[in-house]
């Protein structure tokens, strides 16, 4: 009698994730002008930026968690020889496992858009063709702005593997002449792959567009 099992498990578990955060702000422009006026004409474009201020904060918060859980087993039949003239020969099967996990996280803070004009606040200011003996007078103060990027990234991978392999019995007795027995073998394998990857940029500026609050 020959019996003879072979038992494998396999499992194989990947996981990919990718984070993209992009911000893009809106036009703001102004524009002053004084055109043909009179002799001894008093001609005055007064901006006050004081009390206009701007600001632009980019703040992105990541939290990325990933959990791997394989548990595995695997066990091989028993063969037996027993209670004969002549034996043959017993032996049990093989018993294996095999687990594979693979993460892979990305995470991309792209750069935020403030307008590259922001930082004056003001837009064109022009005086022209006044009378002779005119005052003409064009006045800006400054604004007051602020930028602030913040990112703040937290990524976390576990992976949990849980396996047992047994190989089964193999067994002669009782045999005037016996024959040979043999057991397998058991095996246990596990693979992990972790990959991840973070881009963080700050604020950029880009003609015509700005950001406002």
């Known amino acids: 009698m020959i019996r003879n099992k072979i038992l494998r498990g396999t499992a194989a578990v990947v996981t990919a994730l990718s984070i993209g955060v992009i911000g893009i702000a809106g036009v703001a422009s102004a524009q002053s002008s004084i055109f043909l006026t009179g002799p001894g004409s008093n001609n005055q474009i007064m901006s006050n930026m004081s009390n206009w201020s ?9 939290d990325v968690r990933v959990m791997n859980n394989t548990n595995q087993s695997a066990t091989s039949g028993s063969a037996n020889v027993s209670g004969n003239t002549i034996g043959g020969s017993a032996s049990s099967g093989n018993a294996s496992n095999n687990a594979s996990t693979s993460s892979i996280i990305s995470i991309m803070n792209a750069p935020f ?34 930028a602030s990027s913040n990112n703040h990234n937290n990524i976390g991978v576990a992976n949990n593997t849980g396996q047992g392999a047994t190989t089964g019995n193999a067994n002669t007795s ?16 596990a693979h992990s792959v972790v990959s991840a990857s973070i881009a963080n940029h700050g604020l950029v ?8 609050s």
Do not use: D, Q
């Open 54 to 62: 701007r600001s632009c904060t980019s703040t992105n918060n990541n």
């Open 205 to 212: 500026g880009i003609v015509g567009a700005g950001c406002l």
């Open 174 to 189: 009782g045999n005037t002449i016996a024959g040979g027995a043999s057991t397998g073998s058991a095996s246990n394998t």
């Open 113 to 146: 858009a403030c307008g590259s004009f922001w930082s004056s606040g003001a837009g064109t200011s022009s005086i022209s063709t006044t009378g002779p003996g005119s005052n003409n007078i064009i006045s800006n103060s400054s604004a007051n702005h602020t």
